[in-house]
C-alpha cells in the first residue's frame, strides 16, 4: 500500500480556539485525517512573536488548543499533535531558510503588514516579522504534502514554497513543495460585523463556550439598523446573522431569509434560531472536550508522544538537510 500523503497544519496557542478556526480549518482537518497522515501543530513559539512580553497569558493555551482540536473530533490515534518548541528541528530549519530569504519579501508579506497593523506595531521585532520562515520550517520538516489555512496564510504558504524551491535548485531535492488547501467557507465575520472573528476583536463564540453563553453573544450580535420594528422587511444580504445561518444552518437559511424580507420572521427569533443551530454544532464538542478536560494527564500524554514521534522526522530531515548543504561530516 502507498505511505499516506502527509498533512501539517496548526493554531497559534495564544487562546482559545472560536467558530472562525472551526470553518476555517479544524472541520477540513477532521475529514482529511481518514486520508492523511495528520499533524497538527501547537504553534507555541509563533505565539509567543506577538506575546513574548507576557508569556504568562499563554500558560494554558497549550492545552486548551490542543483540547479544542480534540473535542472537534480529530482522533489522537489518527493524528500527530506537535508542540512546536519541542521540536529542534524547527528552529534549526528556520536558520538555514533565513539565507534565503530577503527582508524586503518578509516586510512586503501582507498578512505580516496586515497583522503589525492590528497590533499597533510601529516598528517590529526581527522574531515576528521572520515567523513565516518559520513556519516554512514547520511545514517543511515533516516534508507535508498539503496544508489546509485560511485565506490569511497564503503570502506565507507562498513564501514556503519559494524557499523549498530555491533550496532544490541550490542543494539538491531534499525537500518537498507542499500545496496550500484552502477552506471553502469564506472567512467567518465576528458577531459585531466585525470582517474578521478574532480573539484580540472580543467578538468571538469559542469551540468550548457553554450553551448560554452562546445564546447570549448570539443575542447581542448587530443586525439590519433600518429595522426597527418587528415587521419592518429585512435586508438578510447585509445582516451578519443571516451569513451565520447561511453556514452553520444551511437548510433553514433560505426561509428565515424570505421571511425575514416579508417581516414576518424577528431579529429576536432569528437569533434564537441561530443558537440553536450553533448549540446543536457544539454540544458534542463539548462532551469530548469535559472528558478531556478531566483527563489532563492522557492530553499531556498525546503531545508528548506526538512530538517524540515528529521529532524522530524532524532531525532525520535536519540531517538530510544538513548533508545538501555540505555541512555534515557523519555522526
Ligand atoms: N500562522 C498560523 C495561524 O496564525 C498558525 C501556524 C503556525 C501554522 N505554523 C503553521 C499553520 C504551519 C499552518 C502550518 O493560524
Known amino acids: ?59 494554558h493555551s497549550i492545552y486548551e488548543v490542543a483540547m479544542d482540536n480534540l473535542s472537534v473530533g480529530l482522533d489522537p490515534n489518527k493524528i500527530t499533535l506537535v508542540q512546536q518548541s519541542r521540536i529542534p528541528a524547527i528552529g534549526e530549519l528556520t536558520v538555514f531558510y533565513s539565507m534565503l530569504v530577503t527582508v524586503n519579501a518578509l516586510r512586503h508579506n501582507p498578512t505580516i503588514k496586515t497583522e503589525a497593523a492590528n497590533y499597533g506595531y510601529s516598528d517590529m521585532t526581527y522574531g515576528f516579522l521572520g515567523y513565516p520562515v518559520s ?19 497564503k503570502p506565507h504558504m507562498e513564501m514556503t514554497r519559494k524557499i523549498v524551491r530555491r533550496f532544490n535548485e541550490l542543494y539538491g531535492e531534499t525537500l518537498v513543495e507542499p500545496d496550500i488547501m484552502l477552506s471553502d467557507c469564506p472567512r467567518l465575520m465576528g458577531l459585531d ?49 443571516s451569513k451565520y445561518h447561511k453556514i452553520f444552518n444551511h437548510g433553514e437559511y433560505e426561509n428565515i431569509c424570505e421571511s425575514c424580507k416579508k417581516g414576518a420572521i424577528g431579529c429576536v427569533a432569528c437569533k434564537k434560531a441561530l443558537a440553536g443551530a450553533l448549540n446543536d454544532l457544539l454540544e458534542p464538542f463539548r462532551e469530548k472536550r469535559a472528558y478531556y ?39
Not at 482559545?16 to 478556526?21: E, P, V, W, Y
Not at 496544508?147 to 496564510?153: F, H, K, L, S
Open 1 to 59: 500500500m502507498p505511505e499516506k500523503k502527509r498533512i501539517l497544519t496548526g493554531d497559534r496557542t495564544t487562546g482559545k480556539l472560536h467558530l472562525g478556526h472551526y470553518v476555517g480549518s479544524l472541520q477540513s482537518r477532521v475529514k482529511l485525517q481518514e486520508e492523511y497522515e495528520s499533524f497538527i501543530l501547537l504553534a507555541d513559539i509563533q505565539a509567543l512573536t506577538t506575546h513574548f512580553e507576557n508569556p504568562e497569558l499563554l500558560e
Open 135 to 153: 513556519q516554512s520550517a514547520d511545514i517543511t520538516f515533516c516534508k507535508a504534502n498539503l496544508v489546509p489555512v485560511g485565506e490569511d496564510q
Open 193 to 241: 460585523g466585525n470582517a474578521k472573528m478574532g480573539k484580540s476583536l472580543v467578538n468571538a463564540v469559542y469551540l468550548s463556550d457553554s450553551a448560554d453563553v452562546v445564546k447570549t453573544k448570539v443575542m447581542s450580535a448587530v443586525t439590519d439598523p433600518s429595522r426597527i420594528k418587528k415587521d419592518d422587511p429585512g435586508h438578510p444580504d447585509i445582516c451578519v446573522v
Open 293 to 331: 478536560e478531566a483527563h489532563r494527564d492522557e492530553v499531556r500524554d498525546i503531545i508528548l508522544t506526538g512530538s517524540e514521534k515528529a521529532n524522530r522526522i524532524g532531525n532525520e530531515t535536519v540531517k538530510e538537510v544538513k548533508e545538501a548543504m555540505h555541512i555534515y561530516i557523519g555522526d
